[in-house]
C-alpha cells in the first residue's frame, strides 16, 4: 500500500537538506554527497514524527518552513563547503499585505469563484504526464552541534516535477544562492551547490516511484465527497479541519493540473468552513492578482496558510505559509510575522512523455 503523504515529506525533506555541511573540511566526494540524500530519505517520516537519525549528532538542521510541520532530521555524512559566497541582504521579504481589519468570511467570496472555475475550460490533454513547474522560496535555519555553527537564510529554487501513470517521474531543482543569509554563511552556503540537481525515479517497486497522493482523474466533483479525499490524502490531522484542507491543497496544487471542474468542487468545500478567512484582493510574488484565502494553525508555533486564487477562473496561482507567534527564539535580526515558505505556481500541463514541456 502506498504512503503519498510519506513520500510528499520525504520529498521535502531531500529538497532541503540535501547538501547540509555537517564537517567541514573533507574531500568534496560525490558517492558521499549522493550517500547523504539517501540517508535523509531513509530517514524520513511523517509530520510530528520523530526521526531515528536524530539521535546521530553530527547536525541538527531546524527546518522552519514548507509545510512547517515536518521535524528536522540529520544527514550523517560529511561533505565539504565549496560553494561560492552566499549574498547577505536585508531581513526577510514581508508576508503579502493582509491587514486584519480587512479579514472576512470567505464563504461568498469562494462560491462567485467557484462558480468562474466552473465555467473554466478543461487543461489541454497531450498526454497522461503530470508537469507542474514552481518557484519556490524557503526560509531554513541549519546548526552544526558540535561547532556551533548555524546559519539561516532563504533558499529560492526553480522546480519542474513530471509525474507518469506508472509512477516513473522526474524532479528537475534549479537552485539559485542563498539570499537574506545570517549568522554562518557555511551551513547554507553549501546548499544545493552542484546546480541544477536531477532526480529520476522509478516504477514505484520497493517505494522508489514517484506517486501521486490522489490518482489523476479520482478526485470527486462532489463537495462532500472530495472533501473526505482531501482529508484522507493530507496525511496528518491540523488542528482545524480548515488547516488540513490547505496542507493538503498544497499537494494537490503542485502535483498535477487540476480540473476546472474539481477546483470548482474545492472552493465550495473550502466555503462551507468558517475558519477560512478571505483576505482582500493581492498580488504574488509574480506580480499576478488574484483573491488571497487564509487558515490559522495552532501549535508551537501559531501559522497562517494562505492560498491565492486568480479571481477570473478560479484556479490557484501562489501559496504560502507564514508563522505569526512562536515558542522559539528567532535568529537574531529576524523578526515575525516570517515567511517560512512560498510556491508560486508557475506553469501546469498534461504532457506526452516524461520531460516534456508544454
Request: no cysteine.
Amino acid at each position: 500500500m502506498k504512503d503519498t503523504a510519506f513520500n510528499d515529506d520525504v520529498a521535502a525533506v531531500r529538497r532541503l537538506f540535501a547538501g547540509h555541511d555537517p564537517a567541514a573540511g573533507y574531500p568534496e566526494d560525490a558517492a558521499a554527497r549522493e550517500l547523504s540524500r539517501i540517508e535523509v530519505i531513509a530517514a524520513g517520516h511523517r509530520p510530528g514524527g520523530t526521526s531515528p537519525a536524530r539521535s546521530r549528532r553530527l547536525l541538527r538542521p531546524a527546518l522552519i518552513g514548507v509545510a512547517a510541520a515536518l521535524t528536522a532530521v540529520a544527514v550523517v555524512v560529511p561533505v565539504s563547503l565549496q560553494s561560492g559566497r552566499p549574498a547577505h541582504a536585508e531581513p526577510p521579504p514581508a508576508p503579502l499585505d493582509v491587514p486584519a481589519s480587512e479579514r472576512t468570511g470567505g464563504r461568498e467570496y469562494l462560491l462567485d469563484l467557484a462558480r468562474a472555475a466552473a465555467a473554466a475550460e478543461p487543461p489541454a490533454r497531450d498526454g497522461d504526464v503530470a508537469y507542474v513547474r514552481t518557484s519556490e522560496w524557503t526560509f531554513t535555519y541549519s546548526q552544526d552541534v558540535d561547532s556551533g555553527r548555524a546559519g539561516w537564510g532563504i533558499l529560492p529554487e526553480e522546480r519542474s516535477v513530471w509525474r507518469a501513470p506508472d509512477e516513473s517521474g522526474v524532479e528537475l531543482s534549479v537552485p539559485r544562492e542563498p539570499e537574506h543569509v545570517g549568522g554562518d554563511e557555511g551551513p547554507l552556503g553549501f546548499l544545493f551547490g552542484d546546480g541544477t540537481e536531477r532526480f529520476e525515479w522509478g516504477d514505484g517497486e520497493g517505494g522508489d516511484g514517484m506517486f501521486f497522493t490522489w490518482e489523476p482523474d479520482t478526485l470527486s466533483t462532489d463537495p462532500k465527497e472530495l472533501e473526505e479525499q482531501l482529508v484522507d490524502g493530507a496525511g496528518f490531522d491540523a488542528d482545524t479541519p480548515e488547516a488540513t484542507l490547505f496542507y493538503a491543497l498544497q499537494s494537490l496544487y503542485t502535483e498535477a493540473p487540476v480540473d476546472p471542474r474539481v477546483q470548482s468542487a474545492v472552493l465550495r468545500v473550502l466555503a462551507g468552513h468558517e475558519g477560512v478567512l478571505y483576505a482582500g484582493p493581492s498580488e504574488d510574488r509574480y506580480g499576478r492578482e488574484g483573491e488571497l484565502f487564509l487558515v490559522e494553525e495552532e501549535g508551537e508555533e501559531t501559522l497562517e496558510r494562505r492560498i491565492m486564487f486568480d479571481a477570473d477562473t478560479g484556479m490557484p496561482l501562489y501559496f504560502e505559509v507564514v508563522a505569526v507567534e512562536s515558542e522559539y527564539e528567532q535568529p537574531e535580526g529576524v523578526e515575525l510575522p516570517l515567511v517560512n515558505h512560498y510556491s508560486v505556481i508557475v506553469e501546469t500541463a498534461w504532457v506526452a512523455e516524461v520531460e516534456d514541456r508544454p
